[in-house]
């Protein structure tokens, strides 16, 4: 009886133990995004390119879910949980860029259009300072 309950008990522990460090998000930080306007807006963080402002090539709201998690409604605000001080430090970057769309023109423009024309509201270009000195929110217009 003893050997059947160790053989049922292992297995469970095995399952529910895991792998914490695979399973937990790192979250260093969070950006609150206010949208003052009177428009639905999106926003798209990058990293990767700064000092090169040019938009990415492909939409960064293609995936529902990306898209989902970047409208900011008029007269509300979106907090932007993520590792946004690792990326810093892991990037060498010394700026975060936002962009904030209209929510109307990324719906009915392509993206090639909205890439070629700049059809942005607004970028800004936000060191680790600069965040800190915001208290970590961004306020649109």
Do not use: A, H
């Not at 998000?25 to 306007?37: A, G």
């Not at 007269?75 to 892991?90: A, P, R």
């Amino acid at each position: 009886m003893k050997l059947i309950k160790t053989i049922l008990i292992i297995p469970i522990l095995i399952f529910f133990w895991g792998c914490p460090d695979k399973d937990i998000n790192y979250v260093d930080s969070s950006i609150i995004v206010e949208n003052n306007s009177s428009d639905t807006i999106l926003i798209f963080y990058n990293f990767y390119d700064y000092p090169d402002t040019s938009l990415i090539l492909q939409s960064p709201f293609l995936d529902f879910e990306q898209k989902k998690l970047s409208i900011v409604l008029p007269d509300s605000e979106l907090t932007s949980n993520g590792s946004f001080i690792k990326y810093f430090n892991m990037q060498n970057t010394t700026k975060l860029m936002l962009y904030i769309f209209n929510n109307k023109t990324v719906e009915s423009v392509p993206w090639d259009t909205i890439r070629q024309n700049y059809l942005i509201l607004k970028r800004y270009d936000l060191s680790l300072e600069d965040l800190d000195s915001l208290n970590w929110t961004i306020t649109y217009p």
